[in-house]
């Protein structure tokens, strides 16, 4: 019997303005997001095959469908692609209603076993996973939680919270010194096995049942923000949407609003604009950005801007980046958790730059850059830097000054020693994009920097 050719999937790729060695590409990169080594060797043939009618098997179908859903920048499925939907596992953080602790259990185990994360792995990231639930499930998660019954005799000690709360901000401050692949696992271990288990304990008090909660969803989002910066995507959403949960179920508004902020962030750099404004705009309602400290509230409405930046709301995100502004320089040293310690000028001036770039206006992001660069304190928060010189060179060659560029992409590769981060390997990736039209008329130095590139991506993570 011949194959019916796939035209939904040709008018799709047609419309991405996608070769077939273009989407191949684009899919490799995806499916290594998500650890799927089998598909990061998917080539035009296999796009080409599809085309025709062939069918791919396995994780295949929801790769492609996440890979131009990025790429078109609106939620397709599986349907709209020409592959109708296949039945494949749960996941367990990707639900509203599961139970937390059996949700960390089973992601912990997923995350640190490689290769049941390899069999699991069949879907990426998903913008569908991203829909909120109604703002009366918020409203009565805490009262949920409460009723649950205790799975444990054991209750929680001072010496039990300190152990979470200390573990959060040591690997924290890792996590901004050498990124998120180092020290990864040791922090999912710690999670699974000893934080995530306090959730079933039993409580004395209503106050220090919402306490644990508070701080083991931190610690939950830290782990997620980790596999964030390492690029493994799927597992950041994961962690990420379970933190929220946990988050809700303390009542804690601050805290929700910090991970949902998360959340949004990484739908901006996977290109998802709408999902990721939904996500801003939940962060900043009265009882999350509300009820923050000034500094907290800063890096909310900044990444709002993001958020809008990303849309192309030109006036809200000037409006979001003012506000921003405001609330930083009321922000004093006492008044915010230790989670958001980091957020200062040069944060602020990183993500100031990075919406304007979003906006089409390089110039104005150089300038924020800049003063990032200038104002950040680099041995604490290496692997930031060394992302925001990336950056810095990306705006400079855009607006043809190479030299500086060149200049610049070397600072950043002098940054990135000892750093094991995905971020600065997409750095690297885009920085010798940059550098492959001039590669050949560039000089000896354009040549000896995309080697030095070359060499660094085999060391970052």
């Excluded at 994780?59 to 599986?78: N, Q, V, W, Y």
């Excluded at 919406?355 to 930031?384: C, M, N, W």
């Amino acid at each position: 019997m011949a194959r019916e050719r796939n035209a939904a999937l040709a008018a799709l790729l047609k419309e991405a303005g996608w070769s077939q060695p273009q989407a191949a590409a684009a899919m490799a990169r995806v499916a290594a997001e998500n650890g799927i080594r089998e598909l990061q060797a998917i080539s035009r043939s296999h796009i080409a095959m599809w085309i025709q009618g062939t069918r791919p098997s396995g994780p295949a179908p929801h790769i492609l469908c996440e890979t131009l859903s990025r790429r078109l920048c609106r939620r397709l499925t599986l349907t709209e692609i020409g592959l109708e939907a296949q039945s494949g596992p749960t996941d367990p953080g990707s639900h509203w209603s599961v139970d937390p602790l059996t949700a960390l259990a089973e992601l912990g185990s997923d995350d640190l076993d490689m290769h049941r994360r390899k069999l699991l792995a069949t879907t990426a990231y998903s913008a569908a996973g991203l829909t909120l639930p109604a703002t009366a499930w918020w409203a009565t998660a805490p009262a949920e939680a409460a009723r649950r019954p205790a799975l444990s005799p054991r209750r929680v000690t001072p010496a039990d919270m300190d152990d979470v709360r200390n573990l959060t901000r040591y690997f924290s401050d890792r996590d901004q010194q050498r990124g998120g692949a180092s020290g990864r696992s040791a922090l999912a271990g710690h999670l699974r096995d000893e934080a995530g288990p306090l959730l079933g304990s039993s409580f004395t008090t209503e106050r220090e049942r919402q306490d644990t909660y508070s701080a083991v969803a931190e610690m939950t989002y830290l782990a997620g923000w980790m596999a964030f910066d390492a690029s493994e995507h799927r597992t950041a959403q994961r962690y990420l949407t379970l933190a929220a949960r946990i988050a809700a179920e303390a009542g804690d508004g601050p805290l929700s609003g910090h991970v949902l902020r998360a959340l949004a962030h990484q739908a901006v750099d996977l290109g998802h604009p709408r999902h990721a404004l939904d996500l801003a705009d939940a962060s900043m309602s009265r009882d999350r950005y509300g009820q923050a400290g000034h500094r907290e509230k800063a890096l909310l409405a900044i990444v709002h801007a993001r958020a809008l930046a990303a849309g192309g709301d030109r006036t809200g995100t000037l409006a979001a980046i003012s506000r921003a502004e405001r609330d930083l320089a009321r922000a004093d040293r006492d008044d915010a958790p230790s989670r958001v310690g980091f957020f200062q000028e040069a944060s602020l001036a990183h993500e100031t730059a990075c919406a304007l770039r979003d906006l089409g206006q390089p110039r104005d992001a150089e300038i924020h850059f800049q003063r990032s660069v200038a104002t950040r304190r680099r041995k604490l928060y290496a692997r930031t830097h060394s992302v925001t010189l990336g950056y810095l060179g990306a705006v400079q060659v855009q607006q043809g000054r190479l030299d500086e560029a060149c200049a610049t992409w070397s600072h950043a590769l002098d940054a990135m020693a000892g750093i094991q981060s995905g971020r600065a390997r997409d750095v690297l990736a885009r920085m010798q994009s940059d550098l492959s039209p001039v590669r050949r008329r560039g000089g000896r130095h354009v040549a000896a920097l995309d080697q030095r590139a070359r060499d660094m991506l085999r060391t970052v993570g």
